[in-house]
């Protein structure tokens, strides 16, 4: 059998852990009931899922009840925006967020102009960072909610929650973040950060796909939130649909295990990072997109001069699977918004690599996917150089 390429794409998603799986296992078949119903069946589902969004909410210090489980972060996104657009919309329809947001973010923004909000889309600085003085200067009367992600997917950088949380506060702006890529990566506080809503997924921290959560705030304030999902009645009125109990359990668990070796796993990847790093330095007019250390342990994202991103994707493709900073839509292909928004010319962002270290990667994987990309940009420079 051919061995396959080694995984390093894990901002895109991670492979699940065996003990997630083995804990969603029973809930399959013989805990098959509808949490829902009233009757051992039911019961026996309802006590996991209620199990799995205690596990959340003390993940982020929150409140079982200002759990909402959603399809992942897509749909929490789409939730907490619109949701909060249709609640709010007779205080105000001017909703601020960032260059650098994932698209779930920034197409139901986009969606919402259509409507008459109306959108303000912060810069950042070179590194990924926003303006925390830009923001409160953008706040205005008839701002009724604030969406700043956690953990950027292409170049890991870090917002200042508490610092954006606290001006939000100040002026009364409901606070909302994408964290689909921090949850159990970074400590996260709703109460320290002052947040108000906040996405999460289970697919980007070993967790099944086509789960995640909303965290509604319930008190100082409570949070409305228009339902986009209208049936029978599940999650308080708020998403309706029947809870899929395994896939709740498998988040928890994963939550769980994350949350237990936060600090030991990042210390781990993160000096995988450092050895990726000290390999590729290697290379002539190698550069790092996004900010030195205030980023995910796992993220590494360079820009390589002269060198296709794209191109040089495929020329490893059975070495590692990573992502390029160009996004292929059906007609074309594009540079990241998001390494544009960064300031890089077009040509840096074309030439970009995005690394997604995990769990299950080891030093010696590290080693020959750094050796392999040295040497296939070496040969593409002496390919460009004999023309
Ligand atoms: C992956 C991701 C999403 C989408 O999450 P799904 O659960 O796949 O819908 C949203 N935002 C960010 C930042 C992500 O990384």
């Not at 899922?49 to 959340?56: A, D, K």
């Not at 070495?319 to 900073?325: D, P």
């Given at each position: 059998m051919f061995q396959r390429p080694i995984y390093l794409d894990c901002h895109a998603t991670t492979p699940m852990d065996k003990r997630v799986l083995s804990a969603m296992l029973p809930y399959f078949t013989e805990y098959f009931g509808n949490p829902s119903s009233l009757h051992?069946?039911?019961?026996?589902?309802?006590?996991?899922?209620?199990?799995?969004?205690?596990?959340?909410?003390?993940?982020?210090?929150?409140?079982?009840?200002?759990?909402?489980?959603?399809?992942?972060?897509?749909?929490?996104?789409?939730?907490?925006?619109?949701?909060?657009a249709e609640a709010y919309f007779s205080q105000g329809k001017h909703i601020i967020t960032v260059a650098t947001e994932h698209r779930a973010v920034?197409?139901?923004?986009?969606?919402?102009?259509?409507?008459?909000?109306?959108?303000?889309?912060?810069?950042?600085?070179?590194?990924?960072?926003?303006?925390?003085?830009?923001?409160e200067t953008a706040i205005r009367p008839d701002t009724i909610l604030v969406s700043v992600m956690a953990a950027n997917n292409e170049i890991g950088v870090l917002q200042p929650l508490k610092e954006i949380g606290e001006i939000c506060h100040q002026h009364q702006v409901l606070f909302h973040t994408d964290a689909a890529q921090a949850i159990a990566k970074i400590p996260l506080d709703v109460q320290e950060m002052s947040l108000d809503l906040m996405s999460l997924t289970a697919h980007k921290v070993y967790g099944p796909k086509g789960i995640g959560a909303l965290y509604v705030r319930r008190r100082n304030p409570r949070v409305?939130?228009?339902?986009?999902?209208?049936?029978?009645?599940?999650?308080?009125?708020?998403?309706?649909?029947?809870?899929?109990?395994?896939?709740?359990?498998?988040?928890?668990?994963?939550?769980?295990?994350?949350?237990?070796?936060?600090?030991?796993?990042?210390?781990?990847?993160?000096?995988?990072?450092?050895?990726?790093?000290?390999?590729?330095?290697?290379?002539?007019?190698?550069?790092?997109?996004?900010?030195?250390?205030k980023r995910l342990s796992g993220n590494l994202n360079v820009s390589v001069e002269g060198i296709d991103g794209a191109a040089l994707l495929l020329g490893l493709k059975s070495?590692?699977?990573?992502?390029?900073?160009s996004a292929?839509?059906?007609?074309?292909?594009?540079?990241?918004?998001?390494?544009?928004?960064?300031?890089?010319?077009?040509?840096?962002?074309?030439?970009?690599?995005?690394?997604?270290?995990?769990?299950?990667?080891?030093?010696?994987?590290?080693?020959?996917?750094?050796q392999a990309v040295l040497s296939t940009v070496k040969s593409f420079r002496q390919k460009a150089v004999l023309g």
């Open positions: 051992q069946y039911g019961w026996e589902a309802e006590t996991a899922v209620q199990q799995g969004r205690e596990i959340i909410a003390n993940a982020i210090n929150a409140t079982p009840e200002e759990i909402v489980f959603t399809s992942g972060a897509t749909e929490a996104n789409n939730l907490a925006i619109k949701g909060v920034l197409d139901p923004c986009e969606y919402l102009q259509t409507l008459g909000f109306e959108i303000t889309y912060l810069p950042v600085n070179s590194e990924g960072l926003i303006d925390l003085e830009k923001l409305k939130l228009a339902p986009q999902l209208h049936g029978g009645g599940q999650e308080k009125n708020r998403r309706s649909g029947t809870l899929y109990t395994p896939q709740i359990v498998g988040f928890a668990k994963a939550v769980e295990i994350g949350i237990n070796n936060m600090a030991k796993e990042n210390q781990y990847i993160l000096q995988l990072r450092e050895k990726l790093w000290s390999i590729l330095q290697q290379l002539e007019g190698i550069s790092l997109n996004g900010h030195p250390t070495i590692v699977a990573v992502s390029s900073g292929c839509s059906s007609t074309k292909i594009a540079p990241s918004h998001v390494l544009t928004a960064l300031g890089r010319a077009e040509k840096l962002a074309y030439a970009s690599l995005r690394f997604g270290i995990g769990r299950f990667n080891t030093v010696a994987e590290i080693e020959t996917v750094g």
